[in-house]
């Protein structure tokens, strides 16, 4: 079985387009038994930090009504992580009702201070932990990419909140990961993600601590339909080592706790 904890769907021009039906096929042809996906519509910011255009933005409710209902075409093998706006929004009313209505398929919160450029230790994010915690929710950030988004300021905020769980996805992207890395063994409630993450570090994480403190996430379809074989430019992803050389490094046990039973425990799948 494989959990994958991180896949989106949505639209952001001129990179992104990302179809449910690319994350459905690629499931089936890699062997994926489910997936989380969070809407990348909710981007405040684009990848130079500059706001997304007014015109395309949509509401943080819409997006989650859309997110719901793509993931309520495939039962059983999407769920959901709604995405939050922070700069612009931050849970309403209609928002917590959305959450009670389809509790069955909400497994988490998505924060992103890359898009957001808002850290997770900031003090306008505590209504979103209050309404994490009030839900059981677990919170999955991004990490990487700006001083926002380092993983310090997401070990603050689970510092800050030993009774929700917070899981670092990337483990600070674009770095050699060995910050957040260090960081992981000194909270229980803080996990790591594999997205884009060498299966070095993660042999390394399970070394120190053991095989409960690190998720299987990917991406996907970031790179299209095929992300989890190659990139936009026909090379093997780093996904074809976690499915194929990893199980030669670590036990089957181990292996079986990275690749799905830490999700289902943390996500409570």
Do not use: C
Not at 124 to 146: D, Q, W
Not at 156 to 174: C, Q, S, T
Request: hydrophobic share 35%.
């Amino acid at each position: 079985m494989i959990i994958d904890s991180h896949a989106h769907i949505g639209t952001l021009p001129p990179f992104f387009d990302m179809k449910t039906e690319e994350i459905l096929y690629s499931m089936e042809r890699y062997g994926i038994d489910f997936s989380l996906i969070s809407n990348i519509e909710a981007a405040e910011n684009d990848h130079q930090g500059n706001p997304v255009p007014r015109e395309m933005q949509k509401s943080q409710n819409e997006i989650l009504r859309a997110t719901i209902a793509e993931a309520r075409r495939a039962p059983g093998k999407l769920g959901v992580l709604p995405w939050l706006k922070i700069q612009q929004e931050l849970p309403d009313e209609e928002f917590v009702s959305l959450i009670k209505e389809n509790r069955d398929i909400i497994y988490g919160i998505k924060i992103h201070p890359f898009h957001s450029i808002t850290a997770p230790d900031d003090e306008r994010m505590e209504p979103v932990y209050k309404l994490a915690a009030e839900f059981g929710l677990p919170i999955a950030s991004h990490t990487g990419g700006n001083e926002e988004a380092m993983s310090p300021h997401l070990y603050n905020a689970a510092k800050r909140h030993p009774e929700i769980d917070f899981v670092m996805v990337h483990m600070d992207l674009g770095t050699d990961n060995s910050v957040a890395l260090d960081l992981l063994g000194k909270l229980p409630n803080l996990y790591g993600d594999t997205t884009w993450v060498p299966i070095e570090t993660t042999v390394e994480a399970i070394r120190r601590y053991g095989s409960k403190k690190m998720i299987f996430g990917t991406d996907n379809p970031i790179d299209g339909k095929d992300t989890l074989l190659h990139n936009k430019f026909g090379e093997r992803s780093l996904y074809q080592k976690y499915f194929n050389e990893l199980k030669e490094l670590i036990s089957p046990e181990d292996y079986e706790n990275l690749m799905w039973k830490n999700a289902k425990k943390v996500f409570h799948i």
